[in-house]
């Protein structure tokens, strides 16, 4: 007598043969994938990091890199629906600044210097040529933050996303020795430092697709902020990495907190650092506007408090200090610019709930550039 399983082996000899490729997996190119990225992401390694690219799991000697009392600090996030415009254009070559400074730009302002990345990618078919643009963009970020890319996974899942596109996702690893924790200290008086940013970053990116649309414009037309620049591109600029500076100004021992300003602006970022009893003063024009922001509120008649929670304004990240003159001496070799646009005062009885408030509001008004 025939068993099952022979019965079943007659029978499926009998068909078309059915393999993982032909229901939409290359094992192969994920392979080719993983062999054509070794070089670049072995350019971020750091003291730290142990074996090679490929192990199940990513190893990490946090001895090695020479803290004595280091506490962890880890962050995750992915880059939202700026992806779309990204994937519309096929512009994903910065994509990875975005993923990695949503990242690493959060846990750096508690002070962690951060050590390692994980990626996570998924797709419906891989193509080589956009994975390896993506995270040769991610390893180019990780290696511009000092941090390792040691690991992550490559999914492909047929079916699960339309044709090109793709999603991201990161986790990054940072240590900060116990008694350097941010925020500290924060008192009355202490002066707001603003560091500009490069465009809209990766929030607000639903509002900026919404405006697009209403505006009847397309990705390939002239930005109607930047004459030099098509609009997919000029919306497309990579988040600005913060890691450096913010660094370099706490080791100094000059920094008493941190803001990484993203969805819900200055608003919703700047009270999580702030004590109960304190309050953030801020002047509203005391920073140039980027065109890009006066734009949106004007093509999509978005009142300035909504710009403010929804976007980041031109305002990348947020220093507390006691002594201005000392950052902005720290920071005049570096890429960013910074302005003082308020201080920290006492909470009062009449204050209620609110953290923050403007003495004045941004000015949004839109000023078309002639070419």
């Not at 976007?311 to 990348?316: H, L, V």
């Amino acid at each position: 007598m025939k068993s099952d399983f022979s019965e079943n082996t007659e029978l499926n000899n009998q068909q078309d043969e059915i393999t993982y490729e032909n229901a939409g997996v290359s094992i192969a190119t994920g392979d080719a994938l993983i062999e054509a990225i070794k070089p670049v992401v072995s350019q971020t390694h750091n003291n730290g990091v142990m074996g090679n690219l490929g192990g199940f799991g990513a190893l990490f000697d946090l001895k090695a890199t020479g803290y004595l009392d280091p506490i962890l600090v880890s962050g995750t996030d992915g880059v939202g629906t700026k992806l779309l415009p990204a994937i519309e254009t096929g512009l994903c070559d910065n994509i990875g600044f975005d993923l990695v400074g949503m990242c690493v730009n959060d846990i750096v302002v508690q002070g962690a210097r951060p050590l390692f990345f994980l990626d996570y990618f998924a797709t419906g078919k891989l193509e080589l040529d956009q994975a390896q643009r993506i995270i040769q963009s991610i390893s180019k970020a990780c290696e511009a933050s000092g941090c390792a890319l040691i690991g992550g996974e490559t999914a492909e899942m047929p079916g699960m996303y339309k044709e090109k596109h793709y999603d991201l996702a990161g986790f990054a690893v940072g240590a900060v020795e116990r008694d350097q924790i941010l925020p500290k200290n924060i008192t009355g008086g202490d002066k707001i430092i603003a560091l500009t940013s490069n465009g809209v970053h990766s929030n607000g990116f639903s509002l900026v697709r919404s405006i697009v649309k209403a505006q009847n414009l397309s990705w390939d037309d002239v930005a109607p902020f930047d004459p030099n620049q098509f609009l997919g591109e000029a919306l497309l600029a990579p988040t600005q990495l913060y890691v450096k500076p913010v660094l370099k100004l706490h080791e100094a021992g000059l920094l008493n907190g941190a803001a990484h300003i993203t969805g819900g602006g200055i608003v919703g970022n700047l009270p999580r650092i702030l004590p109960d009893n304190l309050v953030a003063v801020v002047d509203g024009q005391s920073w140039p506007m980027p065109p890009v922001f006066s734009w949106l509120a004007h093509a999509g008649n978005v009142q300035p408090e909504e710009m403010l929670k929804v976007f980041n304004c031109g305002i990348g990240m947020i220093l507390i200090t006691s002594d201005f003159e000392a950052v902005n001496k720290l920071l005049n070799d570096t890429d960013v610019q910074a302005y003082i646009i308020g201080q920290i005062e006492p909470k009062t009885e009449l204050d209620n709930d609110q953290q923050v408030f403007f003495s004045d509001l941004p000015d949004f008004t839109f000023i078309p550039e002639i070419d």
